[in-house]
């Protein structure tokens, strides 16, 4: 006997073959209009290369598709307290990014790697007659362990300290600010709940830490930071974080932090002034904890050196692209320049790097 069609089968055939219907009234007009807008669209149509565009613009533009992602984020928060790829869910609204929790499985390989692309720095500076001092960012998660709920990797807290000592070792110079970051985390917050970076109180004691370890460097101008305003941040690891607000509301609260200007308070004009710039003795390298200005890291350091400086940055590209920038730079070349510090996010050392360094590099570091 041949199977029967039940009354309740018809029905969710008759749906599929609806919804197949209503997806091909969708999807008609959207392909008609994806391809008049798209130049040489046959050639792109025999490469296969206007298929992979139109399936991306589509999945932007299909009207259930933040519902959907929305959906599932909400249900794997609700069952593992989870949220997208890229962030880990804290206490009290915190979050941490995974770079942080992701120790490489080759770390020994990884943190050789780091390590002689920074000695590789030092000797070029020192070419140059130039003084290194490596200022680490210590990792949000080491400082604020006690606000996260993924228990972390034994090697994370320790990383710090052995980046210090390999540094140490290789007569590299550097500052650190681990311990002043534990002590002060009580009285101020030093990172921001839902951003990668530190605030602008983080700065302001990175910087006071790193004069008080280098009385060498204070000079005799008087800058002065002053606030200026104050400005509601919503973190960036707030874009990974895809499920409702009403599941979490204090999680999409944003953080008000102080905006600072540091100033020279004797505004004195000499001639160097009226005529070009002064010149400058110390070069201050850094990644999007020196870039942003809502930190005024570069300020801070000014004001706690009592002393001018040049600053060269770049924004999520890491510390190592900055410092390719200035070893590629006039600056190098610079005689008046004397000092570089490089602030140097630790979270780095976690991460694979593109270049390989030769046998030879890696057997002298370990």
């Excluded at 018809?10 to 209503?22: D, E, H, K, P, T």
């Excluded at 070419?127 to 604020?144: A, N, Q, T, W």
């Excluded at 008080?212 to 930071?225: A, D, K, M, N, T």
């Amino acid at each position: 006997m041949f199977p029967v069609m039940s009354s309740a089968s018809r029905i969710n055939g008759i749906l599929f073959l609806l919804m197949l219907a209503a997806m091909l009234v969708y999807s008609v007009p959207k392909v008609a209009g994806f391809v008049r807008t798209q130049e040489q669209a046959l050639t792109l149509f025999l490469d296969g290369e206007l298929i992979r565009k139109f399936e991306k613009t589509y999945d932007r533009e299909f009207p259930l598709r933040e519902i959907s992602v929305e959906g599932w984020a909400n249900l794997q928060y609700l069952l593992f307290k989870e949220g997208a790829s890229g962030v880990v869910l804290g206490k009290d609204g915190w979050l941490f990014t995974n770079e942080e929790y992701k120790v490489p499985s080759a770390y020994e390989e990884v943190l050789a790697q780091h390590l002689a692309r920074i000695s590789e720095v030092g000797e070029r500076l020192r070419e140059h007659d130039k003084r290194l001092i490596v200022l680490p960012v210590p990792m949000k998660v080491d400082i604020y362990a006690d606000r996260a709920l993924v228990e972390l990797d034994p090697r994370t807290p320790a990383l710090y300290g052995e980046f210090v000592n390999y540094l140490r070792q290789r007569h590299i110079e550097v500052t650190p600010v681990r311990q002043s970051f534990l002590r002060g985390k009580q009285q101020q917050p030093l990172f921001l709940r839902t951003d990668t970076h530190w605030t602008p109180q983080g700065a302001s004691l990175a910087a006071k830490e790193f004069a008080r370890l280098h009385p060498e460097l204070v000079g005799q101008i008087r800058y002065r930071s002053r606030l200026v305003a104050e400005k509601t941040i919503d973190g960036d690891l707030l874009g990974f974080v895809r499920f409702s607000e009403w599941l979490n509301p204090q999680l999409f609260a944003g953080d008000a932090i102080p905006l600072y200007e540091t100033i020279n308070a004797e505004q004195r004009i000499d001639a160097d002034q009226l005529f070009g710039d002064s010149p400058q003795s110390i070069m201050l390298v850094g990644s999007s904890y020196t870039k942003i200005e809502d930190w005024n890291f570069p300020g801070f350091l000014k004001e706690s050196l009592q002393n001018d400086m040049l600053t060269t940055a770049t924004e999520a590209l890491g510390p190592f692209h900055a410092m390719d920038q200035f070893l590629a730079g006039e600056h190098l070349d610079n005689r008046n320049i004397k000092t570089v510090i490089w602030e140097f996010p630790v979270r780095t050392l976690l991460t694979r790097q593109a270049s390989e360094q030769s046998t030879q590099a890696l057997n002298q570091l370990f």
